[in-house]
């Protein structure tokens, strides 16, 4: 399988604690995004990452999260100190992007994170 | 003013009927858009890019007015397997230079027999 791969597909933890999430991406592509979905809702932006560099981060995305991409590869998403406001599915998607123009993204199967 | 704002749904037609979805954007910098459509508890999958011209594929035919920042969508002889929800997607330039995809809400869709 070539597309987007998440892992885990679903989490269940205790709030207060970690998780974190892995993303790798389809292998050609440069760009690689975040997004965090709730119920009735569109996907929300996180971050994205433009190969290693993180160029652009949600005012969603406060001092419990953080995302890496160190080899312009897969790339992680933790959220420290979780709560439940934190429960969603967590979106990977990839894209290939050139001369700042982005094609289309495919997206991974994402993330189901339940906080309890 | 929403960056990608979408008609409420949900839209409830019959078997064959033609419905028509419509989508507003905030950044006139945007500079490509798509539909994707989502099915319940999996990832949005891509259904067709929007180009300035109009494009059609099949039953389904996007078009876009750029000058007054609206994409729509139209679903001929819409099918059972059309039921989703139908996300409009913005790909506009961020004040780093850089551009990041934005959704709206969605649109769902129920087709009955």
């Known amino acids: 399988d070539t597309g987007v791969s998440q892992n885990p597909r679903h989490k269940i933890t205790k709030r207060g604690q970690n998780v974190t999430f892995r993303c790798d991406p389809i292998?050609?592509?440069?760009?690689l995004y975040w997004y965090r979905q709730t119920l009735g809702q569109g996907p929300e932006f996180l971050t994205y990452f433009q190969n290693e560099a993180q160029l652009e981060k949600s005012r969603l995305l406060s001092d419990r999260f953080s995302a890496e991409r160190p080899k312009g590869s897969f790339s992680t998403l933790e959220i420290q100190r979780t709560e439940q406001g934190d429960s969603a599915m967590y979106l990977c998607?990839?894209?290939?992007?050139?001369?700042?123009?982005?094609?289309?993204?495919?997206f991974g199967q994402g993330t189901r994170l339940t906080v309890v | 003013r929403k960056e990608v704002e979408q008609d409420p749904g949900p839209f409830n037609v019959p078997e064959g009927a033609t419905v028509a979805f419509n989508c507003t954007y905030s950044n006139s910098a945007s500079q490509s858009f798509f539909w994707y459509r989502q099915d319940c508890r999996k990832e949005p999958k891509l259904l067709m890019s929007v180009y300035s011209s109009g494009n059609e594929d099949g039953r389904f035919t996007a078009q876009l007015n750029r000058a007054s920042q609206y994409i729509s969508l139209l679903i001929r002889d819409s099918k059972l397997s059309d039921s989703a929800t139908y996300l409009c997607v913005v790909n506009g330039r961020e004040n780093s230079g850089y551009s990041t995809l934005t959704f709206g809400k969605g649109t769902m869709l129920l087709v009955s027999p």
């Open positions: 998607a990839s894209s290939l992007t050139w001369d700042r123009r982005n094609t289309e993204a495919f």
């Open positions: 292998s050609e592509h440069n760009r």
